[in-house]
T-cell receptor
Framework: EAQVTQNPRYLITVTGKKLTVTCSQN?????MSWYRQDPGLGLRQIYY???????DKGDVPEGYKVSRKEKRNFPLILESPSPNQTSLYFC????????FGQGTRLTVV | EDQVTQSPEALRLQEGESSSLNCSYT??????LFWYRQDPGKGPEFLFT???AGEEKEKERLKATLTKKESFLHITAPKPEDSATYLC???????????FGRGTSLIVHP
């Protein structure tokens, strides 16, 4: 079954404490991306990756890092989270008709 | 700057009452327009991709159409299980970053 798996699903953390949200896909897609979804703003892309070791900024990359060391994994790193990064995060795999993960609800206090 | 506007923001229908959702866009060089369904607390689920004006695609009670300035998602005889937020996104030439609309929240009453 085609899947995009994110972990954790829910996370509450404190300002400044580094965290990583993992994302894994089993469809052998080259393209993967991260989004955040905020009420009234819709889905906005944070970073995307065209292939292993190839990443680029999306619309809202500030405060985030990514890495793509393997094709199936695309973790999102918040090195010093702040309250304005409280959001619902989605990982997606595939360029056209992307498959989305179930989401990670992050709260930074 | 690419813009995508969805209307209405919210729509309430009775079961069986057909209607349409609109996605209007202002972009240069459309490469693709995407429709998704999103249930509360879940990730968007891909429905359709449309590439050129005049194209239509269907899936069960849903039919998506595309013109040069807008797309419609027609829902025929909806059922309560069609209740969800429907998202539209566009991708333009030279960009790998899709632009999403804010969605239409659809509620279908039995």
């Amino acid at each position: 079954e085609a899947q995009v798996t994110q972990n954790p699903r829910y996370l509450i953390t404190v300002t400044g404490k580094k965290l990583t949200v993992t994302c894994s896909q089993n469809m052998n897609h080259e393209y993967m991306s991260w989004y955040r979804q905020d009420p009234g703003l819709g889905l906005r892309q944070i970073y995307y990756s065209m292939n292993v070791e190839v990443t680029d900024k999306g619309d809202v990359p500030e405060g985030y890092k990514v890495s793509r060391k393997e094709k199936r994994n695309f973790p999102l790193i918040l090195e010093s989270p702040s309250p304005n990064q409280t959001s619902l995060y989605f990982c997606a795999s595939g360029r056209r008709g992307a498959f989305f993960g179930q989401g990670t609800r992050l709260t930074v206090v | 700057e690419d813009q995508v506007t969805q209307s209405p923001e919210a729509l309430r229908l009775q079961e069986g009452e057909s209607s349409s959702l609109n996605c209007s866009y202002t972009v240069s060089g459309l490469r693709g327009l995407f429709w998704y369904r999103q249930d509360p607390g879940k990730g968007p689920e891909f429905l359709f991709t449309l590439y050129s004006a005049g194209e239509e695609k269907e899936k069960e009670r849903l039919k998506a159409t595309l013109t040069k300035k807008e797309s419609f998602l027609h829902i025929t005889a909806p059922k309560p299980e069609d209740s969800a937020t429907y998202l539209c996104a566009v991708q333009t030439g030279g960009s790998y970053i899709p632009t999403f609309g804010r969605g239409t929240s659809l509620i279908v009453h039995p």
